[in-house]
C-alpha cells in the first residue's frame, strides 16, 4: 500500500495595507505547503491568483517564481480520494481474507477427498483381487464339475453296456443248459421297470440276426443295403441314419428271379422266401415288437413276423403284403403269455414272385421285379406297449400347435453317428434333434443355458440330426427316413464352410451367440439331443 506524506503548513499570517495586494489560499513553496490567510476577510481564501512577494530591499511588489497556487477544493478532493482508496483497500483487504480463508477450507476439504480416494483405490484393488481368486475357484468348479458329470456319465453308460452283455450271455448259458424257469427268471430292469432289445442292422453282424441260407433256387436272400436300391422300389435311405451311410434290410428281387417258360400264359410262380431269426427272448408276463419296413413296388411281395417256439413258426404274428410308398411305416406287435410264458425267437419273412423268361436263344428279360421289401429299426421289450412311456423319465416337453415333443439331453460326447444309435434306442419314433423354428430353438437354448451341468458340457455344440451326406452344400433332416429340407435355418455367418471337405453334420456350435449352426465332421464327438414325436 502507498504511504501518502502531507507537509505541514507554515502559515502566513500578514497585516497589509490596502495598497498592497494579497491573494489568499494555499501553494506550493520551496518543497512546503504554505496557505496564506487574510484576517478578517471571509470568503476572499478560496480565490487563486498570482502570490504577491514583497521585496525587502527595495520595498517594491511582483510575482513569486516557482510558487504554485492551489485551492481548498483539490485538498477537499484529495482527501475524499484519499479516504475512497483506503475503504477501497480496506475492501479488498476483506475479500482477500475471505478467499484466503476459502481456500485454506477448499484445500482441507481436497484433502480429505483425496484420502477417501486413496482408500476407495485401496479397495478397489482388495475387490479386484477377490473377484479373481473367486473366478479361479468358480471356473475350478466348473471343470471338475464337468469333469465329473462326463464321468458318471461314461460310467452309467458302461454298466449299462456291461448289463445288457450279462443278459444276453445269461440267456445263451440258461438255453443250453435247459434251466430256463418262467416261474423264477426275472429280467434286468432298465429305462425304468424293463428291458430294451434295438437293432439298427448298423453293425457286420446284423445284430446277432442269423439269415437263412439262400443257396437253392427257391430260397431268397435278406441283404444289408444302403440308400436307394432302384428308382421305382425300395426305401430312399435307411431308418437309423437317413443318410447313406446308413443300413437296413432288403430283397433284391433282380437277384434270383425264378425260370418262367414264355410259353406260360398264367405266370403262377411261387414266392421265394427270405428269413431271419433272432437270438432268443427270455419268458415275461407280456412282450411289445416294434420295427419299421417299407413296401414300395407293384410287385411287393409279402412281409410276415413269427414268434418262433421250440423251433416251430406257428401262425404269423404280423402280415403285410402289397404296395405301400417308399416310406418307412412302424408295426407294433402286442404278445401275451401264451407266446411269452417260454422262451421265443422273432422270425422275419419277406417274399418275391419275380420271374425271367428267354425272348431269344440266350437272352432273357426279368418280370415283377419291382418289389423291394425292406426292414429296419426293431425293438423288443419285456413289457406290454400299454406299458412303455411316451417319453423317457428327465425328458423336456414342447408343445407348439397340435405337436408335442419330448427331448433327452446328453452329455457324454459321441459321434454323430453313436448319438443317432442311443436317440434310436430311446424309443421307435426317437431320432437325432431336429430345428423346425425359431421356437424350438429358443426353448434348447434356454433349456442348455438353465442347467449348469448342460452349459458345462455343452461349450463345444450339440449334435442334431441335420447332415449333407447325400448332397454337399443341401443339409436336411434326417429324422424319419426320408430326407426333407431345412424349413428354417440359423446359421452362424461364415457356416456351413465344410472345412477339409469332411464336414457333413450341423452342430447347435455356437453357445455364446445363441447357439447358432455350424457344420462339421460327423466323427468329431460333442453332447447331443434325442427328440420324440409324440
Avoid at 502531507?6 to 495586494?21: K, N
Avoid at 405337436?403 to 459321434?415: G, M, N, Q, W
Wanted: aromatic share 10%.
Amino acid at each position: 500500500m502507498g504511504t501518502f506524506q502531507f507537509c505541514l503548513g507554515i502559515l502566513f499570517c500578514s497585516s497589509l495595507t490596502t495598497s498592497q495586494a494579497f491573494d489568499p489560499g494555499c501553494s506550493f513553496y520551496n518543497g512546503q505547503c504554505v496557505y496564506n490567510v487574510k484576517l478578517g476577510h471571509a470568503g476572499q481564501c478560496d480565490t487563486v491568483a498570482t502570490r504577491a512577494v514583497v521585496n525587502h530591499t527595495d520595498g517594491n511588489t511582483g510575482s513569486s517564481s516557482g510558487f504554485q497556487s492551489c485551492s481548498c477544493k483539490d485538498i477537499d478532493a484529495l482527501n475524499q480520494n484519499i479516504n475512497s482508496l483506503n475503504n477501497n483497500m480496506g475492501t479488498l483487504q476483506s475479500n482477500f481474507d475471505k478467499l484466503a480463508r476459502a481456500l485454506n477450507v477448499t484445500q482441507e476439504q481436497l484433502g480429505m477427498k483425496e484420502s477417501l480416494l486413496t482408500i476407495m483405490m485401496l479397495e478397489k484393488q482388495n475387490l479386484s483381487a477377490s473377484l479373481t481368486y473367486h473366478q479361479m475357484l468358480l471356473n475350478t468348479s466348473q471343470v471338475d464339475l464337468a469333469n465329473m458329470v462326463s464321468t458318471m456319465s461314461v460310467e452309467m453308460d458302461r454298466l449299462r453296456r456291461e448289463l445288457l452283455n450279462t443278459n444276453d450271455k445269461l440267456t445263451t448259458c440258461q438255453t443250453q443248459l435247459n434251466l430256463l424257469d418262467s416261474q423264477q427268471t426275472k429280467l434286468p430292469t432298465l429305462y425304468g421297470g424293463f428291458s430294451t432289445f434295438f437293432c439298427g442292422f448298423e453293425d457286420s453282424n446284423n445284430c446277432n440276426f442269423t439269415l437263412d441260407s439262400c443257396t437253392q433256387a427257391d430260397v431268397e436272400c435278406w441283404h444289408q443295403g444302403t440308400g436307394r436300391q432302384d428308382l421305382n422300389s425300395g426305401p430312399v435311405e435307411d431308418h437309423t441314419f437317413g443318410a447313406p451311410s446308413g443300413h437296413y434290410m432288403y430283397i433284391d428281387p433282380t437277384l434270383k428271379p425264378t425260370y418262367q417258360s414264355s410259353s406260360s400264359s398264367s405266370h403262377q410262380i411261387s414266392p421265394r422266401k427270405a428269413r431271419m431269426t433272432s437270438r432268443m427272448f427270455l419268458p415275461s408276463n407280456d412282450y411289445c415288437i416294434r420295427f419299421w419296413y417299407t413296401m414300395h413296388g407293384q410287385n411287393s411281395g409279402v412281409l410276415k413276423v413269427y414268434a418262433q417256439i421250440g423251433g416251430g413258426d406257428g401262425y404269423p404274428i404280423f402280415s403285410r403284403s402289397g404296395d405301400k410308398d417308399s416310406d418307412w411305416h412302424m408295426a407294433e406287435i402286442s404278445l401275451d403269455s401264451e407266446y411269452t410264458s417260454v422262451p421265443f425267437k422273432l422270425v422275419v419273412e419277406a417274399s418275391t414272385s419275380s420271374y425271367f423268361i428267354y425272348t431269344g436263344s440266350s437272352y432273357h428279360t426279368n418280370r415283377d421285379t419291382a418289389g423291394y421289401t425292406a426292414v429296419d429299426d426293431i425293438y423288443v421289450y419285456n413289457t406290454s406297449c400299454s406299458a412303455l412311456p411316451k417319453c423317457p423319465a428327465g425328458a423336456r416337453k414342447l408343445i407348439t400347435g397340435n405337436d408335442t415333443s419330448c427331448y433327452t439331453f446328453h452329455i457324454t460326447a459321441l459321434s454323430w453317428y453313436e448319438a443317432v444309435k442311443v436317440c434310436k434306442s430311446e424309443a421307435p419314433n426317437g431320432h437325432l434333434v431336429s430345428v423346425n423354428s425359431r421356437k424350438e430353438q429358443e426353448f434348447l437354448v434356454d433349456t442348455i443355458q438353465t442347467d449348469s451341468a448342460y452349459s458345462v458340457a455343452g461349450q463345444h455344440g450339440w449334435y442334431t440330426s441335420g447332415n449333407d451326406e447325400r448332397a454337399e452344400g443341401n443339409f436336411v433332416w434326417t429324422d424319419t427316413g426320408r430326407p426333407y429340407s431345412l424349413n428354417y435355418t440359423n446359421w452362424h455367418v461364415g457356416q456351413p464352410n465344410n472345412v477339409g471337405n469332411v464336414q457333413n453334420c450341423l452342430l447347435l456350435q455356437y453357445g455364446q451367440n445363441g447357439y447358432d449352426w455350424g457344420d462339421i465332421a460327423c466323427t468329431e464327438k460333442h453332447p447331443f439331443i434325442c427328440e420324440i414325436r409324440m
